[in-house]
């Protein structure tokens, strides 16, 4: 089943029409359909052309740009064109500017200039978006909905005084009383106890550190006041147009919105996803962010932004060499992605992303760019089968943002070192490496169905999180810094592991952070060593716990390092190889074992082979099927060339 009325794997892109003047919209069209572009998104940031004066709409040129694309058999995301407000808005409602944490007031000139409490940029906001609804409702083009932009890009909080009542309507729903909000944020600690909720404010710029009990509901309250503000959209649209999916852009792996709470809020999961080309690992980060998308809602999504060669806001832009954007393409959809789309189609002549690479490049039709985008879209009709089709993963990696963002508090930690992407990827890599699929997953989830569940770290642990945890029926690893506070960053009585101790079968005696640089060697009960960074732990296990492997020199020499009881297993320091911990725990899991620098991955009938490196590559196939890129059959051994791919429809029982 196709994401939206669209067949097949969607192609396209981020489309502007309102950058050109109208005599170049018919060559945009046609060059559509000859490069095979399924879906445009378009008018992300028309506010200002759409509704030039208060209450006062041009929607005839939208008109012809949609009828242009349906005629030429182009679908559309059509956005509802809040992510930049116009000026006449933000004249008339100064108010509706953010305010950074030193209390000076954002100006007009970039893009997503509004504060998500505002109730005026709110209103307006709606207004539009029923507008549109109205207007596009049944338009045979509009295919999906796409409310605001990029969430959290540039706008993540606001510490206005209208963000201070927001906030303070927030903890009041979310404690009921004063007294329950010291004591969650533990106010008798510097003399910061409240008598009101009037009282309450932002956590602006303080003399010292600032209470890391409102700083963690603060994290919380910002997610949830920028889901309010798409749902407040969200709801319009569907009350007016029931059957046409609506969804917003993620941003991969972001650490201000909780995508667990906000995937259940949107019809269809996208992101928008841009792997540096100079980076040679760039590929295994964004299979993790990949494999997270598909995750959230456990079913097919939408990559709706990736670059076709070079961004424009890292300090020195790499362009994608030959064969790069098709790799990085054919990638998102062996990790789920039921279509591959892009920012943007045609690249632009002025503002600040006129450097940013597109479909149809600056040089037109004649460049290596274009060729490209043709190559890209006659494979992505070749897959039209894989659309729909689901990814089976029997390793889980477990996290939730609520720890991520106590973790990473900026104050008053044992160690600011500890940074939850590289703890997931510390994981990931080797298990990417092996070719074994995994799906991500938030700390409370049935987690049943899986065979090995590996919890990177869970700083902040609950009751009912380590229940769930005590649940699983497969081997379990939990990584250090784990069951240290409870949901209001206070500190378990009796420490670490708290609710995770009679699980594992530990106490964590003392933390036991690294300075830069420094290394703990690590040797394993069946032989080996390895070593850790950053972090270790003094740790007194049970009686009953075997203890997989030791601290050796330092001032912990001797001590456990990796325990286990049952088939739970505790990794108390960041290990550079966890390969020792894998190999006992992943048994049976199935591994494909491509040569390094491959990728493979499995989903449904397909088999992806992803050769990432710069030389050939021999691969064994585990099984025998036909290449749908070449129409090929294949078995046995077959050869990649430097960044090329295979699609394998499996044939057979498997």
């Given at each position: 089943?196709?994401?939206?009325r669209?067949p097949?794997?969607?192609?396209?892109?981020?489309?502007n029409?309102?950058?050109?003047?109208?005599?170049?919209?018919?060559?945009d069209?046609?060059l559509?359909?000859?490069?095979?572009?399924?879906?445009?998104t378009?008018?992300?940031?028309?506010?200002?052309?759409?509704?030039?004066?208060?209450?006062a709409h041009?929607?005839?040129?939208?008109?012809?740009v949609?009828?242009?694309?349906h005629?030429?058999?182009?679908?559309?995301?059509?956005?509802?064109?809040t992510?930049?407000?116009p000026p006449?808005?933000?004249?008339?409602?100064p108010?509706?500017?953010?305010?950074?944490?030193?209390?000076?007031?954002?100006?007009?000139?970039?893009?997503?200039?509004?504060?998500?409490?505002?109730?005026?940029?709110r209103?307006?906001?709606?207004?539009l978006?029923?507008?549109m609804a109205?207007?596009?409702g049944?338009?045979?083009?509009l295919a999906m909905?796409?409310?605001?932009?990029e969430?959290?890009?540039?706008?993540l909080e606001?510490?206005c005084?209208?963000?201070?009542?927001h906030?303070r309507?927030?903890?009041r729903?979310?404690?009921g009383t004063?007294?329950?909000?010291?004591t969650?944020?533990?106010?008798?600690c510097?003399g910061?106890?409240?008598t009101?909720f009037?009282?309450v404010e932002?956590?602006?710029?303080?003399?010292?550190?600032?209470?890391?009990?409102?700083?963690?509901?603060?994290?919380?309250?910002?997610s949830?006041a920028?889901l309010e503000?798409?749902?407040?959209?969200?709801?319009t649209?569907r009350e007016?147009?029931p059957?046409?999916?609506?969804?917003?852009?993620?941003?991969?792996?972001?650490?201000?919105?909780?995508?667990?709470?906000?995937?259940?809020a949107e019809?269809?999961v996208s992101?928008?996803?841009?792997p540096d080309?100079?980076?040679p690992?760039?590929h295994?980060?964004?299979?993790l962010?990949?494999d997270?998308?598909?995750?959230l809602k456990r079913?097919?999504?939408?990559?709706?932004?990736?670059?076709?060669?070079?961004?424009?806001?890292r300090?020195?832009?790499a362009?994608?060499?030959?064969g790069?954007?098709?790799?990085?393409?054919?990638?998102?959809?062996?990790h789920?992605?039921?279509?591959v789309?892009?920012f943007?189609?045609r690249?632009?002549?002025?503002?600040p992303?006129?450097?940013?690479s597109?479909?149809?490049?600056h040089?037109?039709?004649?460049?290596?760019?274009?060729?490209?985008?043709?190559r890209?879209g006659?494979d992505l009709?070749?897959l039209?089968?894989v659309?729909?089709?689901?990814?089976?993963?029997?390793v889980?990696?477990?996290?939730?943002?609520?720890?991520?963002?106590?973790l990473?508090?900026?104050?008053?930690?044992p160690?600011n070192?500890?940074?939850?992407?590289?703890l997931?990827?510390?994981w990931y890599?080797p298990?990417h490496?092996?070719?074994?699929?995994v799906?991500?997953?938030?700390?409370?989830?049935?987690?049943?169905?899986y065979?090995v569940?590996?919890?990177?770290?869970l700083y902040?642990?609950?009751?009912?999180?380590?229940?769930?945890?005590?649940?699983v029926?497969?081997?379990l690893v939990?990584?250090?810094f784990?069951?240290?506070?409870?949901?209001?960053d206070?500190v378990?009585?009796?420490?670490?592991?708290?609710?995770?101790?009679?699980?594992?079968?530990?106490?964590v005696?003392?933390?036991?952070?690294?300075?830069?640089?420094a290394?703990?060697?690590?040797r394993?009960?069946?032989?080996?060593?390895?070593?850790a960074r950053?972090?270790t732990?003094?740790l007194?296990?049970?009686?009953?716990v075997?203890?997989?492997?030791r601290?050796?020199?330092?001032d912990?020499?001797?001590l456990?390092?990796?325990?286990r009881?049952?088939?739970?297993t505790y990794?108390?320091c960041?290990?550079?190889?966890?390969?020792?911990?894998l190999d006992?725990?992943?048994?049976?899991v199935?591994a494909?074992?491509p040569?390094?620098?491959?990728?493979?991955?499995?989903?449904?009938?397909?088999?992806?082979?992803?050769?990432h490196t710069?030389?050939?590559?021999?691969?064994?196939l585990p099984?025998?099927?036909?290449d749908l890129?070449?129409d090929t059959?294949?078995?046995?051994?077959?050869?990649?060339?430097?960044r090329?791919a295979?699609?394998?429809?499996?044939e057979?029982?498997?």
């Open positions: 089943m196709s994401l939206t669209v097949g794997l969607l192609f396209g892109g981020d489309y029409p309102e950058q050109w003047p109208e005599e170049v919209w018919a060559e069209v046609r559509m359909a000859e490069a095979g572009v399924t879906m445009a378009v008018a992300v940031f028309a506010w200002s052309r759409l509704e030039p004066e208060p209450g041009d929607f005839a040129w939208l008109d012809r949609l009828d242009l694309l005629e030429h058999g182009v679908a559309a995301d059509l956005a509802t064109a992510a930049t407000p006449w808005l933000v004249r008339d409602h108010e509706v500017m953010p305010v950074d944490a030193q209390g000076v007031r954002l100006e007009f000139g970039s893009r997503q200039g509004y504060c998500p409490s505002s109730p005026v940029f209103g307006h906001a709606v207004r978006a029923a507008a109205t207007r596009y049944g338009h045979p083009a909905w796409h409310v605001g932009n969430y959290a890009d540039h706008t606001c510490f005084p209208e963000s201070a009542r906030f309507a927030w903890l729903a979310r404690y004063v007294a329950a909000l010291n969650a944020w533990g106010t008798s510097w910061q106890h409240y009101g009037e009282q932002p956590p602006r710029k303080a003399p010292g550190p600032v209470n890391p009990g409102q700083l963690l509901d603060w994290r919380r309250f910002c949830d920028l503000l798409f749902a407040a959209e969200r709801d649209l007016i147009t059957d046409i999916p609506v969804t917003t852009n993620f941003m991969s792996l972001l650490h201000g919105l909780d995508y667990w709470t906000w995937a259940a019809d269809l992101d928008d996803a841009y080309p100079a980076d690992g760039s295994v980060a964004v299979a962010s990949y997270l998308m598909r995750s079913r097919p999504w939408l990559l709706l932004e990736s670059a076709p060669s070079a961004v424009s806001w300090e020195v832009n362009p994608k060499p030959p790069m954007m098709r790799l990085h393409s054919l990638q998102a959809v062996a789920g992605a039921d279509g789309m892009f943007q189609w690249q632009a002549r002025y503002g992303e006129k450097f940013h597109a479909m149809l490049p040089g037109g039709v004649h460049t290596r760019g274009w060729r490209d985008t043709l890209l006659a009709r070749r039209g089968e659309a729909g089709t689901a990814t089976r993963a029997e889980a990696l477990v996290f939730g943002w609520d720890s991520w963002w106590g990473e508090a900026p104050e008053s930690m160690s070192r500890l940074r939850l992407k590289e997931l990827l510390a890599a298990l490496a092996r070719g074994i699929a799906d991500l997953a938030p700390p409370d989830r049935d987690l049943s169905d065979r569940v590996i919890v990177p770290n902040l642990c609950t009751a009912e999180q380590a229940q769930a945890l005590a649940a029926t497969g081997e939990v990584g250090p784990s069951g240290v506070v409870d949901e209001s206070q378990h009585d009796g420490g670490a592991p708290g609710p995770l101790r009679d699980l594992l079968g530990v106490a005696d003392e933390f036991w952070p690294l300075p830069d640089g290394t703990q060697r690590v394993h009960a069946g032989g080996g060593t390895g070593r950053t972090w732990e003094w007194r296990p049970d009686d009953d075997a203890v997989l492997a601290y050796e020199g330092g912990l020499d001797g456990p390092a990796v325990t009881r049952g088939t739970a990794v108390s960041l290990l550079d190889d966890v390969t020792p911990v006992r725990v992943l048994g049976g199935p494909i074992g040569p390094p620098g491959v990728e493979a991955v499995r989903r449904g009938r397909h088999l992806f082979l992803l050769n710069t030389a050939p590559q021999q691969v064994t099984y025998r099927g036909r890129l070449t059959d294949l078995r046995g051994v077959v050869r990649l060339a430097p090329d295979v699609v394998l429809r499996i057979g029982d498997t």
